[in-house]
């Protein structure tokens, strides 16, 4: 896969799962593009054991712990949201309701266990296979497949709790 191509297919995906974790657009802007400058620095590194996009992520995992480990924008996610633009075409009324949807999903999604989070935002937001979380997380494929099952159940369960049947 051409490398232009590769960043196509990939670079939403990252930015999503940058911005699910961080809640800053700016931040998931930068760490994206580090990701992949990275890459293209470190590209004979690569050893062909996993799939690209699975290497992709695992740089994207360490520049996330090095983001958190810096503590340096980090900033409340519920303000985030709250303050971003709302899509055009929404009622007032409805944006108000996707940004409290949003809001809750986060909070309920934070509330998991790390490994759970990482599933369920790799799976979710990054598009990874089970198999390529697998490879990220070091958990066995039917182990990681068990986890989002039982992470989607749990985060559906309180959510519908809060929103009603």
Known sequence: MALEELYRDT???????????????EAAEDLTQEVFYEAVKGYRSFT???TVRTW????????????YRSKKS??????KLAGEP???????EKQVIQ??????LLA????LDDLSKEIVTLRMYA??????????TGAAENSVRVRFHRAKLQLHKELEGYYGP
């Open 11 to 25: 670079q939403p995906r990252m930015h999503a799962f940058f911005y699910i974790r961080t809640g800053s657009r």
């Open 99 to 104: 940004s409290e949807q949003q809001q809750r």
């Open 56 to 67: 992709l992520f695992g740089i994207a995992k360490n520049k996330l712990s090095n983001y």
């Open 127 to 136: 598009e990874l296979s089970f198999k390529e979380i697998g490879q990220l």
């Open 74 to 79: 980090k900033e409340n996610l519920a303000l």
């Open 108 to 111: 309920q999604i934070d509330r």
């Open 48 to 50: 062909g054991q996993s």
């Open 86 to 92: 709302a899509a055009e075409s929404l009622t007032p």
